[in-house]
């Protein structure tokens, strides 16, 4: 599994600079509006979730994701999590929605919250 996540990172990687740039256009909003259901990848390849629901509202788009196994939340116990970004942060590539932000980069930006179990990790990725 770790060798598939590897080569998934390198394929994005090796992608031309014009082509791994965020550009959803409004048939993008339109699609992943009417179906969420797509994985959610950091720009540099790493599994933050699957979609379970996207609101885009003006230049913003709020991810809600579901945790599987693999994601790089994954010691947090499987709390779902919530990001809010620019649209022009956004790339739809087949199935899977590409941020314009790497892992390292999410993970440092996340609330954590441990004290309530049921609130959602939360990333607000509006300022580059």
Do not use: C, W, Y
């Not at 797509?38 to 996207?54: E, F, M, N, P």
């Amino acid at each position: 599994m770790r060798s598939a996540r590897h080569l998934m990172a390198m394929a994005l990687l090796a992608l031309p600079a014009s082509i791994a740039q965020a550009d959803l256009s409004s048939a993008d909003i339109t699609a992943l509006s009417n179906n969420s259901k797509v994985r959610v990848l950091s720009s540099d390849g790493a599994v933050l979730g699957t979609g379970d629901g996207i609101s885009f509202q003006g230049d913003r788009a709020r991810l809600f994701l579901k945790t599987r196994g693999g994601n790089i939340f994954r010691r947090t116990g499987g709390k779902d999590i919530v990001v809010t970004t620019l649209t022009e942060q956004l790339t739809l590539r087949g199935n899977d929605l590409i941020m314009d932000a790497n892992a390292e980069r999410i993970k440092i930006r996340a609330n954590k919250s441990f004290t309530d179990d049921s609130s959602p990790i939360t990333v607000l990725l509006i300022n580059r």
